[in-house]
C-alpha cells in the first residue's frame, strides 16, 4: 500500500508558478507509477500529468503540456508538479494518485491524497 499527502497549493495569480509536492509513504512507492489529476468545481476529475516507476518517462494533458512539470525523488519518496504560467482554468483541487499500472484515467490508481486547493486569480 502506498499513503499520500499533497502540500503546497495556494492562491496565485494569473501568470505566477506553483509547486506542489506528494509525500508517499509504504513500501511499494518506488515501483509505483504516479499521476496528478485535477477536480474543478462542477466539473469531472481530469489527467494532468503523469510518470512512470523509474521517473524516465513523463505524460501530460495537452492544457497543461509545456507549462507544468512532473518529477519524483524515489529516496526521498516524492512526487513534485511545478506548476508555471497559471491560468484560471488551472484552479481546482489537486490530487496525487499512485499505482502498479500506469494510465490517464483515475481507475487506473488505487491510492489517492485527500487534495490540495489550487486557485489562481484572474
Known amino acids: 500500500q502506498v499513503q499520500l499527502v499533497e502540500s503546497g497549493g495556494g492562491l496565485v495569480q494569473a501568470g505566477g508558478s506553483l509547486r506542489l509536492s506528494c509525500a508517499a509513504s509504504?513500501?511499494?512507492?518506488?515501483?509505483?507509477?504516479m499521476a496528478w489529476f485535477r477536480q474543478a468545481p462542477g466539473k469531472e476529475r481530469e489527467f494532468v500529468a503523469a510518470?512512470?516507476?523509474?521517473?524516465?518517462?513523463?505524460y501530460y494533458a495537452d492544457s497543461v503540456k509545456g507549462r507544468f512539470t512532473i518529477s519524483r525523488d524515489n529516496d526521498k519518496n516524492t512526487v513534485s508538479l511545478q506548476m508555471n504560467s497559471l491560468k484560471p482554468e488551472d484552479t481546482a483541487v489537486y490530487y496525487c494518485a499512485a499505482g502498479p499500472v500506469l494510465g490517464f484515467t483515475g481507475d487506473k490508481y488505487p491510492y489517492w491524497g485527500p487534495g490540495t486547493q489550487v486557485t489562481v486569480s484572474s
Open positions: 510518470i512512470i516507476w523509474g521517473g524516465t518517462s513523463t
Open positions: 509504504g513500501r511499494t512507492f518506488r515501483s509505483s507509477n
